[in-house]
Each structure stands twice: as C-alpha cells, then as structure tokens.
C-alpha cells in the first residue's frame, strides 16, 4: 500500500498510508485461495466472513462486501487501521506459510472507505423490544455492545465521561493512524441504527449502576477501559515535562494540543524527547513528538528489538520518520533543572536473562552501567490499569488482583445480575479488536438474559 513519504508526514498528523486503488485491492483479492476451511476467520474476535468479503472484491461488488462485513463489525473502518492483523486473521491465511499472507486488514479498510458516507438521521433506528441497555464507556467493546443489541432490537444508551465519543479510540491513537473523521463516520452510522449517546456523563460518580436499573434499563454494559497510567516509581516522575503516554496522546488527539492558542489546551514540547515503552502506544508517543517538533526523540525499551510489542509496521514508521530505538536500556531516575523542569534521564543497561511468565527474557540490570541522556520531556508508555470508577463505587461488583471487573469470559457476567463487562475494564488492556470481541459476546448474553425474562 501506498504511503506518504517519512520526511513529509513527520511535519503533520495526515493519515500515513493511502489506501488501496480498486485496481489494487482487485489484485489483492485475487491473491485470495477461498480456503473451504477458512482458516482465516478462526484468528477473528468479530467473526467475519472474510474469504466472503474478499470474493465480492473480486467479483466487482464493493457494496455487498461491506454489507457482508458489517453483519459482524460495526467498525471496519476502524479494524482495517488498527487492527494487529498479523497477529490474526493474516497468521492464519495459508499463503503466509512460503510468502505474504493475503492483506486482509488493507482489503478491510478498501471496502469501509469506499462505502457511501452516512446521511444523519433525525430519530435512528426503531426498536423491537421494549427493554432498553444501558452501556457504560464508548471504547471498542461498548460501541460493539451497542451496535449489537441496536440490530436486536433494543433500545441502546451509551453513557461516555468525556466530550467526545470513542475511548481510546479517539484519546489514544493518533490522526496519522486513525483519523478522527473515519471514527466519527463510524459512530455516526451506529446513531443511525438507533444507539444513543450521553456525553460528558460519569457513571459511577454523580450516578450509580442502581440509578440505571432504576430509570428503566433492564441490562447494563461496562466496557470503561483501561484509563488509569501507570508509571514506574523511580525519582523524577513528579518533574514538570514527564507525562504518562495517557495523557500526552489525550492533550494531542482529543484536545488539540497541537493547534494551541486556538484550541485552548497546551502541551510541552521538547527537543530532545524519550519515550519509555516498546508498545504501540509508545511508537504513537514518540510520532506525536515527531509532529510536535522535537528534534530528537528516543524510545527507551528494557529488552531488545526481539521483544518489542509493537506492531512491526509502526515500528518501521517510527524508525523511517528518524525515532531512534535504545534497547536494553532502563530509566532509574529523572533529573531536574532549578525551574522543576525535567532535563536529563539516568538510565541502566540490561541483559537479557531466562524466560519470565510472559514468554520473554528477563531483563536484568547491568551494575555499573549507568548513564545520562539530555532529555527535556519524557513520555512514559509502560501501560494502563482498569479505570477504577465503576468497579470501587459499586458494592458486590467482584473485581480480580489488578482492578480488573471479575467476568465470566464466555459471557462478559459479573457478579451482578442483569450487569456484564468485557474489554479492557475485564482483560486488562488488550487490542481493540480483542475489546470489540468481548463487546459481541457480551452482547448476545445480554440477549439471552432479556429473552428470558419475556
């Protein structure tokens, strides 16, 4: 697929790949075996029909492509950016065992671009039945929920903290990865099955779980994400200039930091900026940087290339736009200047030892290799824990070790009747995609326990 070039887009937020021409994604699609088996679909959390998608390409038919896909996905557009298709539907796809797998998440996103823009509708969608869900959160897994239960029938109310819908959808990635209109587009078309949202409304602070039951919802839906940054408790972390990845990305892409005055939100800015992390969010932290104007900017990750969590696209985007990748290499401590100002970070060199529970090697420190790194802002992306609203404030809501909301996974049920959970408020911070899965079994539980109560 085509991209914008490294030394242009750095100086911008404009989505970086192109997109496939129909000429294109026709030649991509033929590429496609249409295994019987499709061993494909089983890497899919939204279950779609992807050798039938990919068909439709071929045989001209855009428009019943995406109308296949949408049976399964409320967000396509969004899947075919961000998804980690190599890690799914692609590692299955039987032309990766000698070659290039079938580039399903391009093929995906072809057919969401193509489709015709939504026209606003004055009263949505119409509803089969008379009880109404309610979900907490407009991540992935609460707008998956809602899309889902909207085309049961019922009637959805999405309840969102913020101003604007999307969760980490809209906070956390950047334009140049998704670009604010596609997901607005996307929402869009869920308002017009008959979703509704309710804006800069807290559940769990002004209102309870209880107050929803007792305003008329029979069921309720959390999906509240993982919003809570983690940092690493070391020294310095209380500098002005260190930010966690959370609410960096959230000034930048929801804010429009980048655009201040106009905007009124700042951001610092830096020139030379370490991000600690290896993973997506960190590769968006240290782009955003890029953008923002910084002349240097490093990501500081404790193990090697190797471990990385990255997807390996993002990674070779960061290095094209000049990220610079310091690996085994641990920050212990962030040194300040006579403002409060952070201006250097002391660092530690590792070694990787055996295996720890995750799989990858251990890191372990290297006495007496220290060292410091000019650094005049720093961003740290070593992940987030559930939001911790819903699941302190309502009584009998089990939750496990981590903050995390206690569910049965086939299902999303919690220890509350009629209330279920999934995405990263239930499995800690995941994908999106993982999060719209959940979102969808959720979703058909919900069912389920509505139609028993006919």
Excluded: W
Excluded at 114 to 142: C, I, L
Excluded at 147 to 159: E, Q
Aim: with cysteine; aromatic share 6%.
């Amino acid at each position: 697929m085509a991209e914008l070039p490294a030394a242009e887009r750095k100086k911008h937020f404009r989505e970086v790949p192109l997109g496939y021409s129909p000429e294109e994604a026709g030649r991509e699609a033929a590429r496609c075996l249409q295994c019987p088996k499709a061993p494909c679909r089983q890497g899919c959390p939204v279950e779609i029909d992807i050798p039938g998608f990919i068909r439709r390409i071929r045989e001209g038919d855009d428009a019943g492509g995406i109308a296949l896909i949408r049976e399964t996905n409320s967000l396509p557009a969004v899947c075919g950016r961000v998804c980690p298709q190599e890690e799914q539907c692609e590692k299955f796809c039987v032309l990766g065992k000698k070659g290039e797998p079938v580039a399903v998440g391009a093929l995906e996103r072809y057919l969401a671009d193509r489709e015709e823009a939504p026209r606003r509708t004055a009263d949505g969608g119409s509803f089969s039945s008379s009880f109404r869900v309610a979900v907490v959160g407009s991540g992935p897994a609460g707008l998956t929920a809602a899309g889902d239960l909207a085309r049961l029938g019922y009637g959805v109310t999405v309840f969102e903290a913020l101003h604007a819908p999307g969760g980490v959808m809209g906070y956390g990635i950047p334009a140049f990865r998704l670009p604010r209109e596609i997901l607005d587009r996307e929402i869009e078309r869920l308002k017009n099955r008959g979703v509704r949202l309710e804006l800069n409304t807290v559940i769990g602070a002004g209102s309870s779980l209880d107050d929803l039951f007792r305003a008329g919802f029979s069921a309720v839906f959390i999906g509240s994400g993982a919003g809570l940054p983690r940092f690493m408790n070391i020294p310095g972390e209380n500098l002005n200039g260190v930010y966690s990845a959370n609410e960096y990305l959230t000034r930048v892409n929801l804010m429009g930091a980048a655009r201040f005055p106009e905007t009124g939100t700042p951001v610092l800015r830096g020139h030379d900026v370490g991000v600690v992390g290896g993973g997506n969010v960190a590769m968006d932290s240290a782009r955003t940087a890029l953008r923002l104007g910084a002349e240097r900017v490093s990501v500081i990750y404790r193990r090697s290339r190797e471990e990385l969590p990255a997807r390996r696209d993002e990674i070779g985007h960061a290095e094209e736009e000049g990220v610079r990748f310091l690996f085994l290499t641990l920050p212990t401590r962030y040194l300040g200047d006579e403002r409060g100002r952070v201006r250097e970070v002391e660092c530690l060199r590792m070694e990787l030892g055996e295996p720890d529970s995750s799989g990858r090697r251990r890191p372990i420190p290297i006495p007496g290799s220290e060292f410091v790194l000019p650094c005049d802002l720093a961003v740290v992306a070593v992940g987030n824990d559930p939001n911790p609203l819903v699941p302190r404030l309502t009584p009998g809501l089990e939750t496990g070790p981590r903050g995390t909301i206690t569910i049965d996974p086939e299902t999303g049920k919690t220890s509350l009747p009629g209330v279920f959970a999934g995405g990263d408020i239930a499995s800690g911070a995941a994908t999106v995609i993982e999060a719209m899965g959940a979102g969808k079994r959720a979703a058909r539980a919900i069912d389920d326990f509505l139609r028993a109560r006919r």
